[in-house]
């Protein structure tokens, strides 16, 4: 050991204190450090640019729903229907997946109130594969419009995908006009069917249950569309105009009904919903 590390081991120096690795993150949009406490406290919406992150299934429903609220079972489908191999297995990436995400698939619904207006609230998560679309989306966007029907109330969506799920194939696409008859029943019941487009919803998605609402609110800034800007632009050999497929740009155009922050997101959906069914939850 040689005497300068002697002489620093004796002395009382205190050790280098920690720093986690969450305490800071960075806005993808305009690439300011934001305080990581800051940003959640701001609902993951930075506080510099206004830009509205990505966030999950479990963190909608804590910041749209009241306390109490239940989850809804998730239905049971056949996983691998097609037994299916790219690159890895696709039972393989489910279970990836699920190691990284709360909850068994990319839509969760759960039945309860928004301030205190009676409601079922479904939500896709991006971060499950993509929020893409398969059997057990299908199975659960159908079940949370079963919940609606059963306790006469309303029922609101998040929707967030890229997609329909290519390793079920042509299952997935089906699981487009299967959802599609559940939001004609909620019309036919005479029940509000509400949609909010958060970043992004493309795909099939789009092209069903996204588009079919009776209110359309989408979230600042979230990419909307079917196909990608890059394909429509080859296929149309046009230069499609600044902020094409983003929520600003489709609500001026009169694609969406209303481009909602999310800090008033809950007082939002509460308004339309004694608009349309005012009586309370119970």
Known sequence: MSWLSRVRNSLPFSKKRETPENLWIKCPACSEMLFTQ????????CPQCGHHGRIGADLRLFQVM????RLLP???VEEDPLKFKDTKRYTDRLKAARAANPTDDAFTAAFGAIDKRKAVVGVQDFAFMGGSMGM???????AGADKALAEKCAYVVFTAAGGARMQEGILSLMQMPKATVMTRRLKEAGLPYIVVLCDPTTGGVTASYAMLGDVHIAEPGALIGFAGQRVIQETIREQLPEGFQRAEYLHAHGMVDM???????RRTLAQLLDYFAPAKAA
Do not use: S, T
């Open 38 to 45: 800051d940003y959640e406290a701001n609902l993951q919406v």
């Open 66 to 69: 009241d306390k109490g609220y």
């Open 74 to 76: 998730a239905p049971r």
């Open 136 to 142: 057990a989306v299908g199975a659960a966007f159908c």
């Open 259 to 265: 481009v909602v922050e999310r800090k008033k997101l």
